[in-house]
């Protein structure tokens, strides 16, 4: 069997094949190109097991060695920096020991999702995206206004037909370039908003049939936004051993190193799936809202803890509930504290 190692890069790769022996057989560089890529792989007469980094531009090569019926590991990159420790790296060096680590069953692997969910996860990445646009518009807008001692009016949003009529006031006490500015931010508000309208439909038209985002919508505080984002950031819930392990992918489980009468606690704001902070951060809000048993396990946190660590105890919870009702494929019946997670 040959073991291939691919590093990866924006417009090429560099592949390094060894043996069982851990031998070099050869080292090419290819440019990002499907024919050059299904040529060069065609032409081993012995197996060949392929391993590449989750690098930004993963998606095409993975699906295109997948297709050709290759057996494909795909590398967690930050894991795989932890293992390798280089003074001297290059894109050769990087192939090679993709290669070695890959021989020996030593690399760790990220998780890969379907083609199809990874396009469904994506769709509401990208509706995120455009909310959090229209967000930092409307600020933008609120910015301007009050520079010139003219504060909107509290009902309603400006990205709502009201909020925009409102923009496009000519009677607004503005110097006429101002105002300009501001019709500008408006029309592109609007815009952003009649897409993200658009793309909801879709995700709902798109996620009907799926049974999971039906038991989800059962769970309060998620609806038909939240519920895809959660389903599809997750992908299998069968890849987390417990509900613990989706708490920490989900940063509600701080990192603590421990030796000797070391104790030491580090922020993990940065490690696990951001977009599934989010999400559960907007069902905590929800839920808080809309749910009697939800709001008062809160309210009885927040007057001991604040309002910070009394929403992390929920939220930590909620992903609980998330892995109990999508394991067992039932639907939501009740919120319970663990007494494990009343600590942030």
């Known amino acids: 069997m040959l073991y291939a190692g691919i590093d990866l890069h924006k417009y090429y790769q560099l592949i390094t094949d060894i043996n069982d022996g851990g031998h070099q057989v050869s080292q090419v560089r290819l440019n990002n190109n499907r024919?050059?890529?299904?040529?060069?792989?065609?032409?081993?007469?012995?197996?060949?097991?392929?391993?590449?980094?989750?690098?930004?531009?993963?998606?095409?090569?993975?699906?295109?060695?997948?297709?050709?019926?290759?057996?494909?590991?795909?590398?967690h990159p930050k894991k795989l920096r932890s293992i390798v420790e280089a003074k001297l790296e290059n894109d050769k060096i990087s192939s090679f020991m993709l290669a070695q680590l890959l021989r020996n069953n030593f690399i760790p692997e990220?998780?890969?999702?379907?083609?199809?969910?990874?396009?469904?996860?994506?769709?509401?990445?990208?509706?995120?995206?455009?909310?959090?646009?229209?967000?930092?518009?409307?600020?933008?807008c609120h910015s301007t206004l009050l520079k010139h001692?003219?504060?909107?009016?509290?009902?309603?949003?400006?990205?709502?037909?009201?909020?925009?009529?409102?923009?496009?006031?000519?009677?607004?006490?503005?110097?006429?370039?101002s105002?300009?500015?501001?019709?500008?931010?408006?029309?592109?508000?609007?815009?952003?908003?009649?897409?993200?309208?658009?793309?909801?439909?879709?995700?709902?038209?798109?996620?009907?049939?799926?049974?999971?985002?039906?038991?989800?919508?059962?769970?309060?505080?998620?609806?038909?936004?939240?519920?895809?984002?959660?389903?599809?950031?997750?992908g299998e819930i069968t890849r987390f051993k417990s509900h613990k392990h989706l708490a920490s992918?989900?940063?509600?489980?701080?990192?603590?190193?421990?030796?000797?009468?070391?104790?030491?606690?580090y922020n993990t704001s940065k490690e696990?799936?951001?977009?599934?902070?989010?999400?559960?951060?907007?069902?905590?809000?929800?839920a808080i809202r809309f749910d009697k048993d939800i709001r008062k396990c809160y309210q009885r946190h927040l007057s001991k803890k604040g309002k910070p660590v009394a929403k992390a105890i929920i939220g930590?919870?909620?992903?609980?509930?998330?892995f109990n009702v999508w394991t067992n494929n039932e639907s939501y019946k009740g919120f319970k504290v663990s007494k494990k997670n009343q600590s942030n």
């Not at 081993?44 to 050709?68: G, H, M, P, Q, R």
């Not at 989900?250 to 606690?265: D, E, F, M, P």
């Not at 696990?272 to 929800?286: D, P, Q, R």
Request: aromatic fraction near 10%; glycine fraction near 4%.
């Open 35 to 75: 024919l050059l890529v299904k040529n060069y792989f065609g032409q081993f007469t012995e197996s060949v097991k392929i391993v590449v980094e989750a690098t930004l531009n993963w998606y095409w090569l993975v699906d295109l060695l997948d297709e050709l019926n290759y057996h494909i590991v795909l590398a």
């Open 110 to 140: 990220a998780y890969c999702l379907s083609p199809e969910i990874r396009a469904l996860r994506d769709l509401c990445r990208t509706r995120l995206f455009f909310v959090r646009q229209r967000t930092a518009l409307v600020n933008n």
């Open 149 to 177: 001692n003219i504060v909107a009016p509290s009902k309603g949003k400006l990205h709502s037909s009201s909020g925009l009529a409102y923009l496009k006031n000519p009677d607004l006490e503005l110097h006429e370039i």
């Open 179 to 234: 105002k300009l500015g501001l019709n500008c931010k408006s029309d592109l508000i609007k815009i952003l908003t009649e897409k993200i309208k658009s793309l909801e439909y879709k995700i709902k038209r798109y996620c009907i049939e799926d049974e999971i985002i039906k038991l989800l919508k059962t769970i309060p505080g998620i609806g038909d936004v939240l519920s895809p984002t959660i389903r599809y950031e997750i």
């Open 249 to 265: 992918y989900s940063r509600y489980t701080q990192k603590i190193h421990q030796s000797g009468r070391l104790n030491k606690h």
């Open 272 to 286: 696990g799936n951001a977009y599934l902070k989010w999400a559960f951060s907007e069902v905590v809000i929800n």
């Open 316 to 322: 930590r919870n909620l992903t609980t509930v998330v």
